[in-house]
């Protein structure tokens, strides 16, 4: 197969196929007579593992450390559970900081609607300070939690 039809096959644009060849995360692919690169069905199953491995959020070194494992092989199976489960933890902390985030947007929000017309927008000074954590005094204090 051409790139075009191996990056196809996996759902990945072309430039991303030469990308993790030169990564290491597939084969160098073989050359035709007239220099077109030439993939086996190899490469695009290991493409598409990559691309699905990317979708649950590991790192491009997490999928070619998991890659270099055998499937066969028991050992491998706690390594990847091992580095799924940091994953969840990452993932968990992640959502903490986004509830915190949507709470702080939220009491921007509610600032700005307890504003007078004459005070200058609680928002645009939060950004100007940097402090989000310095809400106008019509704000709650779930910003803080």
């Known amino acids: 197969m051409r790139i075009s039809e191996v990056a196809a096959l996996a759902g990945v644009p072309t430039a991303t196929v030469r990308y993790y060849e030169r990564r290491g995360l597939i084969a160098e692919a073989g050359r ?10 190899e490469a695009a199953r290991r493409l598409r593992f990559i691309k699905h491995a990317q979708e649950l959020g590991f790192s491009l070194d997490e999928i070619q450390q998991m890659l270099a ?17 940091e994953k969840i933890r990452a993932v968990r902390e992640r959502l903490t ?3 915190r985030l949507e709470r702080t947007l939220q009491d921007l929000v509610h600032a700005c609607e ?13 950004l100007s300070d940097g402090d989000a954590g310095d809400l106008p005094s019509t704000h709650s204090s779930r910003a803080h939690a």
Do not use: F, H, N
């Not at 494992?69 to 489960?85: K, N």
């Open 32 to 41: 035709t007579p007239a220099g077109y690169r030439q993939y086996g069905p």
């Open 69 to 85: 494992l055998s499937i066969e092989d028991p050992a491998a199976c706690a390594r990847v559970e091992a580095t799924t489960r």
């Open 97 to 99: 900081e986004l509830r």
């Open 114 to 126: 307890q504003q007078r017309p004459t005070e200058p927008c609680p928002i645009l000074a939060v």
